[in-house]
């Protein structure tokens, strides 16, 4: 569904389980103060992320083990960053402005109501934790 709405976020998520999907996967990471978040990197993705301020992310990215569950609702991950090769792959994909990088919690309680599964993985064992 990433090529329709923002890719690990709860529209992203409802998108496709509207659209018949009967597993979602799922990368996941840890915060600071030990919530399991949904996340394919280890660190916040400046393509794909707008800080406080509202302006894109640059080098060097926050790490989301360092970050509270506060202080990572902070990012709006909800539209590409124009400028972007990424958003260059998904020209058509939809801004959800306010999005932000949901808890696992959160994304579980999706699937139970169209009958979905998890498929929860990583990628990077160590980045977890």
């Known amino acids: 569904a990433r090529g329709l709405l923002p ?3 709860l529209a992203g998520f409802d998108r496709a389980l ?3 999907a009967t597993t979602l ?3 996941l990471a ?3 103060d030990g919530h399991v978040v949904i996340s394919h990197d280890p660190a916040l993705n400046p393509a ?4 406080p301020d509202g302006r894109w992310i640059r080098a060097p990215v926050p790490v989301i083990n360092r970050l509270t569950l506060a202080e990572l609702a902070a990012f709006d991950v909800g539209r590409m960053d124009p400028t972007s090769r990424y958003a260059g792959r998904f020209p058509d ?3 959800v402005d306010g999005a ?3 808890t696992l919690v959160e994304a579980l309680a999706l699937g139970p109501r169209a009958g979905a599964r998890p498929c929860i993985s990583t990628s990077r064992p160590s980045s977890v934790h």
């Open 18 to 20: 509207a659209l018949g």
């Open 93 to 95: 994909q939809e801004a």
């Open 25 to 27: 996967e799922m990368d």
């Open 7 to 9: 890719e690990n976020t």
């Open 100 to 102: 932000r990088i949901p």
């Open 48 to 51: 794909i992320t707008r800080g």
């Open 30 to 32: 840890v915060t600071a």
